[in-house]
């Protein structure tokens, strides 16, 4: 079965800084890996993913198979950046069932 | 853009009730989901519908779920007879096609006493 870690429940860095949110995984397939999004009041709305190796908002994440990981990183924070962030695997072939840590609440303090 | 939309957002019932929590997905989209997050817990996968048939389902999803489509428009979650666990905040999601972006609902914060 697969698990996905998110180990800082919470996250407190001060504007300018970098971030790091931190995500491992477990699963003995080949993943695909996401990270989402919840700002305060507002919806889940997905950040990024692996295949589409793209920056969102400042924010970039590369997939480590050899350490299973998919950190979450920016290298100046911002406070519009407060949110709850989520790691999320979904099987290959799999139909969208998505498999969440427990989130990381970020605080970017001025 | 385009969004999910639930209703209601908050539901309050009594233990043993039914409730049926509705959704509206992206007007195109295919593939529709029910999500849950007990408070503190993780985001827990429920339910994937397509084709007008249930695609994949977890083990959370007994016999008191079920799912609907019944008019074109709306995704309903049915629970039949509501227990103290149920309380969570339901999520409806949808998508236009494997691969594309998943696109969540804002959510309906079911409160089971």
């Known amino acids: 079965a697969q698990r996905v870690t998110q180990p800082e429940k919470l996250l407190s860095v001060f504007k300018g800084a970098p971030v790091e949110l931190k995500c491992n995984y477990s699963?003995?397939?080949?993943?695909?890996l996401f990270w989402y999004v919840q700002y305060s009041r507002q919806r889940l709305q997905l950040l990024l993913r692996h295949i589409s190796r793209e920056s969102i908002k400042g924010f970039t994440a590369d997939l480590n198979k050899g350490e299973t990981s998919f950190h979450l990183k920016k290298p100046f924070a911002q406070e519009e950046d407060s949110a709850m962030y989520y790691c999320?695997?979904?099987?290959?072939?799999?139909?969208?069932?998505?498999?969440f840590g427990k989130g990381t609440l970020l605080t970017v303090n001025p | 853009e385009p969004e999910v939309t639930q209703t209601p957002s908050h539901q309050v019932t009594q233990m043993g009730q039914e409730v049926i929590l509705r959704c509206v997905p992206i007007s195109n989209h295919l593939y529709f989901y029910w999500y849950r997050q007990i408070l503190g817990q993780k985001v827990e996968f429920l339910v994937s519908f397509y084709n007008n048939e249930i695609s994949e389902k977890s083990e959370i999803f007994d016999d008191q779920f079920s799912v609907e489509r019944p008019d074109g428009s709306n995704f309903t979650l049915k629970i039949r007879s509501t227990k103290l666990e149920d309380s969570a905040m339901y999520f409806c999601?949808?998508?236009?096609?494997?691969?594309?972006?998943?696109?969540f609902g804002s959510g309906t914060q079911l409160s089971v006493l």
């Open positions: 999320a695997l979904k099987r290959g072939g799999s139909n969208y069932k998505l498999t």
């Open positions: 699963y003995s397939g080949s993943p695909e």
């Open positions: 999601a949808s998508m236009n096609g494997v691969g594309e972006k998943l696109f």
